[in-house]
């Protein structure tokens, strides 16, 4: 069974410093897709980046980029500079086989600080 | 190009009663996903739709139901609320198929209240 696993319940990160958010995932299946969400205190979840299992370069999207360690099955969500805006929790999601159901970890809330 | 919508954004319900959620996914988009959000239980799928057609059920009693219709809106319906039912539910977007891999666009959510 899918299964993703987001082990720092928070983090603390001050305002211009990087941040990595850790993500682990388990799946048998060898064509998967694995995503990143943010989801402010309003509730709405915004995606942020994907990284398909077959894909031969780590994902990257403006100040996100995905370190993707497929031996490991590892997918860390990297943020640089951080920003204030950037305060919200982060959810790590994996789909597998062709369809499009979404298994998600338990998720990171990042407190970025002045 | 306009986002998912969902409506109503807040419903506030009491035990017993039923309810619908409505989504409207992005223009072009055909798979329609329910989630469903609660502090004790995180992020789970309920359902999937495309074309019309339930392609995809989570592990949910059936009084949790839903439908597309053929302009690829979405509902979901709740029969019988229950306390625990209480909870954001997220409707995600999806161009067609099985190969639009990367992309999963999710909405407002509904915040659903049950006394």
């Known amino acids: 069974a899918q299964k993703i696993t987001q082990t720092q319940p928070g983090m603390f990160v001050q305002e211009k410093e990087a941040v990595t958010l850790d993500c682990t995932y388990d799946?048998?299946?060898?064509?998967?897709?694995l995503f990143w969400y943010k989801q402010p205190s309003s509730g709405e979840m915004i995606f942020l980046i994907y990284?398909?299992?077959?894909?031969?370069q780590n994902a990257t999207e403006g100040r996100y980029s995905l370190n993707f360690q497929k031996a490991r099955k590892s997918a860390n969500l990297v943020i640089s500079a951080s920003q204030l805006g950037d305060s919200a929790m982060y959810f790590c999601?994996?789909?597998?086989?062709?369809?499009?159901?979404?298994?998600f970890g338990t998720g990171t809330r990042l407190l970025v600080s002045p | 190009k306009a986002g998912v919508t969902q409506t109503p954004r807040y419903l506030i319900k009491t035990r017993g009663q039923q309810v619908t959620l409505s989504c409207s996914p992005i223009?072009?988009?055909?798979?329609v996903s329910w989630y469903q959000q609660t502090p004790g239980q995180g992020l789970q799928f309920l359902f999937e739709y495309f074309s019309e057609t339930q392609r995809n059920k989570g592990n949910f009693p059936g009084r949790f139901s839903g439908r597309q219709f053929s302009n690829s809106r979405s509902e979901m319906n709740v029969s019988t609320l229950e306390l625990g039912d209480s909870a954001l539910y997220l409707c995600a977007s999806s161009p067609a198929g099985t190969g639009s891999y990367n992309e999963q666009f999710f909405g407002p959510g509904t915040r659903l209240t049950v006394l």
């Open positions: 223009s072009g988009h055909r798979s």
């Open positions: 999601a994996m789909r597998d086989g062709g369809f499009q159901k979404l298994v």
């Open positions: 799946t048998s299946d060898p064509s998967y897709g």
């Open positions: 990284q398909g299992s077959y894909d031969q």
